[in-house]
C-alpha cells in the first residue's frame, strides 16, 4: 500500500476509469431520481461509515465507523448513539457489518484483518477471529440457512467461513483455483444469500463482476450480468430475487434482478439523489432503503460534516413483484 493511509486505497477503480453503462446495455434501465425521507446523522469529524446491518428483531441499524472502529445504533425511532466505542476489544477499523437471525452482530475488520461477534442484548463480545494473512481487507459478511457466516476478504482471494456457534473461522474456497482474477485493488467485496438459498452472490469492486458460490462445495461460477459489468459496486442487500448494490464511485445505487438460480441477472433500475455521498451499502427497512454515505473518497481530502446514513422510499421490484 503506497498510501499513508492504507484505507484511501481500498475504493476501487476511480471515477474516472468506469466504461459508460449505455453502451452495454441491452435492456431498458429505469433512471430514478430520488427523495431523502429520513436523515441520520452520525456524530463525529472522522467517522467514515463503511456498512450497515439491520436486526429483524428490533428494527435497529448498526453502522461502524472504518477509520476507528467505533459502532453506532440508529434506533428504529430516530435516535443514533455509540453502543461500542473505538478501540473497543482491540476494534479500531469496522467494514461491513450484518446481524444473524440469533440475535449476534458481525463486524468485519477491514484492514485489521478480524472478526468481532458480539450478542445485543447485553451487548458482550462472543467470539473474536483474525484471518491470519496480511494485507487484509475483511469486508463483508453473509449468512446460509444453517446459520454459518460467509465472509469476504477484499485483498485475499479466499471465501472464510464460520460455523452457526460462531467459535471458529476457516478458510472456505479458493477463489484463483476456481478462475476468479484478482487483480490489484479491491477485489471480493458485499456479499448475500442467493434467491436459490443453495449459494451466495458476491461483488467484485474494481471489476465489476458478480460471482455465485455453491455453499455445497465452494465452486464458483460468473453471474452473467446483462447491463454490466457494475465497476464500483460495493455493498448488496437481496430481497427475492433482486440485488441492491451501492455503487460508489458513482454515488448511485442499482437493482439487479437475478435468474432463480442466480447464474444471470439483469441491471434493471438505477437510482440517484444529490444526497448519495459515496455509498457504500445499503439496508431494506420494510418500505426504505437505508443508505450508508461513506465519504470514503474524501478521507484525504476532508469529508462534508455530518457524516449521514439516509433514508429514500423502497423501489418497486425490479423482477416486477
Known amino acids: 500500500m503506497e498510501s499513508t493511509d492504507p484505507r484511501a486505497v481500498c475504493?476501487?477503480?476511480?471515477?474516472?476509469?468506469?466504461?459508460?453503462w449505455g453502451a452495454q446495455r441491452r435492456v431498458l434501465v429505469i433512471e430514478t431520481l430520488t427523495s431523502v425521507i429520513a436523515t441520520f446523522e452520525l456524530p463525529g469529524a472522522a467517522v467514515f461509515p463503511e456498512s450497515i446491518g439491520l436486526d429483524p428483531a428490533s428494527g435497529d441499524a448498526y453502522v461502524g465507523s472504518l477509520a476507528d472502529g467505533t459502532i453506532y445504533r440508529l434506533g428504529s425511532s430516530g435516535g443514533v448513539d455509540v453502543v461500542s466505542?473505538?478501540?473497543?476489544?482491540?476494534?479500531?477499523?469496522?467494514?461491513?457489518?450484518?446481524?444473524?437471525?440469533?440475535?449476534?452482530?458481525?463486524?468485519?475488520?477491514?484492514?485489521?484483518?478480524t472478526v468481532h461477534v458480539y450478542g445485543l442484548e447485553p451487548w458482550r463480545l462472543l467470539a473474536h477471529h483474525d484471518v491470519g494473512q496480511r494485507p487484509s481487507c475483511v469486508n463483508d459478511i453473509a449468512f446460509a440457512p444453517d446459520g454459518a457466516a460467509y465472509i469476504?476478504?477484499?485483498?485475499?482471494?479466499?471465501?472464510?467461513?464460520?460455523?452457526?456457534?460462531?467459535?471458529?473461522?476457516?478458510?472456505?474456497?479458493d477463489l484463483g483455483r476456481h478462475g476468479v482474477p484478482w487483480p490489484d485493488g479491491l477485489n471480493f467485496n458485499g456479499i448475500v444469500l442467493a434467491p436459490d438459498r443453495r449459494s451466495l452472490v458476491a461483488c467484485q469492486t474494481n471489476t465489476g463482476?458478480?460471482?455465485?458460490?455453491?455453499?455445497?462445495?465452494?465452486?464458483?461460477d460468473e453471474v452473467v450480468l446483462d447491463g454490466g459489468p457494475l465497476e464500483h459496486c460495493d455493498g448488496l442487500a437481496a430481497a427475492g430475487s433482486d440485488v441492491y448494490v451501492a455503487v460508489n464511485a458513482r454515488h448511485e445505487l442499482a437493482i439487479v434482478a437475478l435468474d432463480e438460480n442466480a447464474r444471470a441477472g439483469t441491471v434493471r433500475h438505477v437510482i440517484r439523489s444529490e444526497s448519495f455521498r459515496f455509498p457504500t451499502a445499503l439496508a431494506l427497512q420494510a418500505d426504505r432503503l437505508l443508505v450508508v454515505n461513506s465519504q470514503l473518497?474524501?478521507?484525504?481530502?476532508g469529508a462534508q460534516l455530518p457524516f449521514t446514513v439516509v433514508a429514500i422510499p423502497r423501489p418497486r421490484s425490479a423482477s416486477g413483484g
Not at 11 to 20: M, V
Not at 154 to 173: C, H, K, V
Open 11 to 20: 475504493l476501487g477503480p476511480s471515477a474516472a476509469d468506469h466504461r459508460d
Open 85 to 113: 466505542p473505538a478501540g473497543a476489544d482491540s476494534r479500531r477499523s469496522v467494514a461491513g457489518v450484518k446481524v444473524d437471525d440469533a440475535g449476534r452482530l458481525w463486524a468485519a475488520g477491514g484492514y485489521e484483518g
Open 152 to 173: 469476504t476478504d477484499s485483498f485475499i482471494p479466499t471465501l472464510f467461513r464460520s460455523d452457526a456457534d460462531a467459535q471458529r473461522l476457516e478458510p472456505f474456497t
Open 209 to 220: 463482476r458478480f460471482w455465485r458460490i455453491a455453499l455445497t462445495d465452494g465452486a464458483v
Open 297 to 301: 473518497d474524501r478521507m484525504q481530502s
